[in-house]
Structures are given as C-alpha cells and as structure tokens.
C-alpha cells in the first residue's frame, strides 16, 4: 500500500469491526493480508477494470457473504460479455476467509449463568 491509500487505512485500522477494504483507482485485481499488532487481520481486496478493453467490459466484483461458513466468496462477472472473468487472476474468482472480528459479550450476558 502506498500513496493516496496509506493515510486511509491508517484512520480507520483502528476500528475493531473492520475486516474487509475494498480499494480501486490502481489498475487490475489484488489481494492482501494486512495484519496488525494487536493481532487482527484487516484483507484489501482490489478491482479496477477500466484499462481492460472497452473501458473495462463491464466488469464487477461481486462478493457473497456466508458468515455461517466464514467465507466471502468472490467472483467477477460481466452483464456486458454476460459471463465471469477467470483467466487473468486468481483473484478474480475465489474464496477467502470472513476474518470478520468476534462480537464481544455484554456485561449483562455474562452475569448471566
């Protein structure tokens, strides 16, 4: 990370509810792991397809939560070509864990036994 993007993830790092930054302006797909002192992960995930032919096809990065699974599954898709982009990037189709941060229990739960 660097440049523009830098100062933004330093505001908001430290916001324990936030896992996941989606991030674009930087040609191309990209994936990241961002791990912090405190031990959370925070994962960037990057998609701008407007240098791809035809300012970009379309394309759009569609992402399916399933926290039962604890998995976003992430593909690109096209209305335009009316079909998925899988041939440039593993990024453009895959899935990665919902390193989403546990909720804490109230003070009331836990008084509660």
Known sequence: MDGEGQPIFDALKGNTN?????CGHVDGEGFRHE??????????LLADYQSYANGGNGYL??????PSNNQIRVTTY????????????AS???TMPCSR??????PSARTRA
């Open 78 to 89: 096209s209305p335009r070509v009316g079909g998925s982009l899988t041939d440039r990037t």
């Open 101 to 106: 941060p546990r909720r804490r229990s109230s």
């Open 18 to 22: 936030l896992f996941l930054m989606l």
């Open 61 to 66: 990065r569609c992402l399916m939560f399933s």
């Open 92 to 94: 453009s189709r895959s």
């Open 35 to 44: 791990v912090l002192p405190d031990g959370r992960v925070i994962d960037l």
